[in-house]
């Protein structure tokens, strides 16, 4: 599904990511953790081909990521649902019209559209805010709204780089427990973070990176570097 | 569609007011180059229909012949010019024909020649050549003849124009250039602030999957609209630059070389459609330069 075939993307020597061989399969559930400056986000720049890797090959899906050409840039982006620390919604839109816009954007019919918003809207739990701003729901509805749009053009793949970062404990758990409701019913996701007790408690694949390095890559606890809020 | 249409001109305008100095800025850039190249292209028009008229009107050589020239040496002579080459026929004006041609020329002034007492005007042989570049030879023939006293004809007059209006096309397609990349770099600049504003708008759209023109619709209807509101200033005010050159001078520039300016109604026209395409190209270019750094992948 995902894969990372030899990967160089250094920006200077010893800084981006260095000769990175990952493989993701499909309907796995991903950590990517490790220290500030590891090179995470860079991993999942290259994944959404905001960057170009200097060497490597990276596949998702059908797709041979960085021989893409800028016309289909687009069109696979599509198959590959993000969600920020900071949630990028629209603030002069409500929760519905946040997660219609992902849609609109893509000229999917206003029919499909009706059906389809409210459908996720209460996957994600938040059926009731549908009507709200961002600025009057609380950070974890937010984020909500944030998968929610991720979601509803149905990836095959959710990327969340760092979606609890903002959130206090207990409302980042609510959000972990929707991300795995989501991987059962079928996405691939690989989720950034910080946070060690998430990751020691959720028992999935954990990928470490430090220094551009893949220094760990299974279910056990990864005891190294993480930096960021230690819980 | 057509709301989302609505949608993005109503939005542009909203952006275009709220930054409005950085606007304006833009439009009186905009403004400035098509006022440049409406008054070159004026003068260029107005020299080539001059050069055409003389061009076809005067494929001639015009001798003149010594007061006091007998019938017989005229005729002579004519028979000579009319075995040269390129020469396609000779015609001998009067004394009285030349003069009744210049009253015809003068028009309503025609008047002010009949004051003159003895007629001033000398006889000729008007030349006519197969083509203007064979006049040279044919003028240098002619004016070896003792009974010519002087030569004219129009080749140099049209080699002058054509080298005029060469040197203009270039120079205003020079000056032309340089306010095109100044207008654009102006407008990009504008839009930069409105795609700033969006920022995260562009962000989402990108990560969505959006279009790379979908997401440039918007600040590219800026742009355009930006274009088009300088382009129909500058239309405006070529319009009436040009009623003020043609009501001013138009008269004699016809007394001078017999030919008219071009019609107000006819430079309007055809240089608000090449306003309106400039300025929109120049908005819309502008747009997509502000917005490369976004969409560059
Ligand atoms: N465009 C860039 N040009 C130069 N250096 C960069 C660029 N982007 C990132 N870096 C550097 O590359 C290194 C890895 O950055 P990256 O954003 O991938 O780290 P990260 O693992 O996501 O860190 P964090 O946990 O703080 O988000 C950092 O040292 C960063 O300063
Ligand atoms: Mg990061």
Redesign the interface.
């Known amino acids: 599904m995902i894969k990372f075939d030899h990967v160089t993307k250094l920006y200077r020597p010893g800084v981006g990511l260095d000769d990175v061989n990952v493989n993701i399969d499909k309907g796995e559930f991903v950590f990517l953790v490790g220290p500030s400056g590891a090179g995470k986000s860079t991993f999942i720049k290259l994944m959404l081909k905001d960057l170009d890797p200097d060497t490597g090959d990276i596949i998702v899906g059908d797709y041979h990521v960085n021989k893409l050409s800028n016309r289909m840039v687009p069109k696979y982006r599509r198959k590959i649902g993000t969600v920020f620390q900071d949630f990028k919604l629209l603030p002069k839109k409500t929760a519905y019209e946040n997660v219609a816009f992902a849609m609109e954007v893509l000229h999917k019919p206003g029919s499909l559209i009706r059906k389809q918003v409210p459908q996720i809207l209460s996957l994600v739990g938040i059926s009731d805010k549908a009507d709200k701003y961002p600025h009057e729901l609380a950070g974890g509805e937010q984020q909500r709204v944030a998968i929610a749009r991720a979601l509803v053009n149905n990836p095959q793949v959710l990327i969340a780089d760092e979606p609890t970062g903002n959130l206090d404990p207990a409302t980042a758990w609510g959000i972990m427990d929707l991300l795995d409701q989501i991987n059962m019913r079928g996405t691939t996701v690989l989720m950034v973070t910080h946070a060690k007790d998430i990751v020691n408690r959720m028992d999935k694949r954990i990928i470490a990176i430090d220094r551009g390095r893949v220094i760990h890559d299974s279910k056990q606890a990864y005891e190294g570097p993480m930096g960021g809020d230690e819980e | 569609m057509i709301s989302s249409l609505f949608y993005n001109i109503k939005q542009a305008f909203v952006q275009i007011f709220r930054n409005r100095g950085m606007s304006a800025a833009s439009i009186f850039s905009i403004l400035a180059m098509l006022l440049i190249l409406g008054l070159v292209f004026i003068i260029v028009v107005n020299i080539n229909l001059f050069t055409e008229i003389v061009k076809q009107d005067y494929d001639q050589v015009e001798v003149f012949i010594v007061d006091g020239t007998s019938e017989q040496q005229v005729q002579e002579v004519k028979a000579q010019i009319e075995a040269q080459p390129g020469v396609t026929s000779v015609e001998y004006r009067s004394q009285e024909d030349a003069l009744k041609i210049m009253k015809e020329r003068w028009g309503e002034s025609g008047y002010l020649l009949d004051s003159l007492g003895d007629n001033p005007l000398p006889a000729s042989l008007m030349i006519s050549v197969e083509s203007l570049d064979d006049a040279g030879s044919v003028a240098s023939f002619a004016g070896k003849f003792d009974i010519i006293e002087d030569v004219q004809y129009y080749k140099d007059t049209v080699d002058k124009l054509t080298r005029i209006t060469h040197f203009l096309q270039i120079a205003g397609m020079i000056i032309m250039a340089f306010l095109v990349i100044v207008s654009v770099v102006v407008v990009s600049n504008t839009i930069k602030l409105t795609v700033m504003a969006r920022a995260?708008?562009i962000?989402?759209?990108?990560?969505?999957?959006?279009?790379?023109w979908?997401?440039r619709g918007p600040f590219m209807v800026e742009g355009i609209i930006i274009g088009l509101i300088a382009s129909l200033i500058a239309g405006g005010a070529i319009a009436l630059i040009y009623k003020q050159i043609v009501a001013a001078v138009g008269d004699q520039v016809f007394a001078i070389v017999s030919s008219p300016l071009i019609s107000v109604q006819y430079m309007t026209v055809n240089l608000l459609i090449i306003f309106v395409a400039l300025g929109c190209s120049i908005g819309a270019w502008g747009s997509i330069v502000s917005m490369r750094r976004y969409l560059k992948?």
């Open positions: 995260d708008e962000h989402i759209m990108k990560y969505v999957g959006a279009n790379n979908f997401i992948a």
